[in-house]
């Protein structure tokens, strides 16, 4: 499937995702800003109306992350789990280290 680009902020950094519909895998790959973390948001919304009670994303390509993504992904986690879906997070890295997705206070 052909990666689907996040719409761009004047000058910012550009995210894509590629969708695997049969497995509800998205791979992710550029910078995760707000405008992009809603991208996911609704990629992963659209995955569960298909039936998929889990969706893994994976950010091992993601360059950089901003905190109110982040947070978008961690809410959005947070609300899967309270409806009895989990959204799996792999390959999240900070800096060069491997990094949790928790949930902010």
């Avoid at 550009?14 to 405008?35: A, F, K, N």
């Avoid at 991208?39 to 109110?68: F, I, P, W």
């Avoid at 009895?84 to 900070?94: F, I, R, S, Y």
């Amino acid at each position: 499937m052909n990666p689907t680009p996040a719409p761009r902020p004047a000058g910012g950094p550009l995210l894509t995702e590629v969708v695997d519909g049969r497995s509800g895998r998205v791979r992710v790959s550029g910078h995760l800003t707000p405008q992009g973390a809603d991208l996911l948001r609704g990629t992963v919304e659209g995955l569960r109306r298909q039936g998929h009670s889990t969706v893994v994303l994976d950010l091992a390509d993601v360059q950089a992350a901003d905190d109110v993504g982040l947070h978008v992904l961690s809410t959005l986690r947070s609300t899967m789990a309270a409806e009895g879906d989990l959204l799996l997070v792999c390959n999240l890295l900070v800096g060069n280290a491997p990094a949790e997705l928790l949930p902010l206070p």
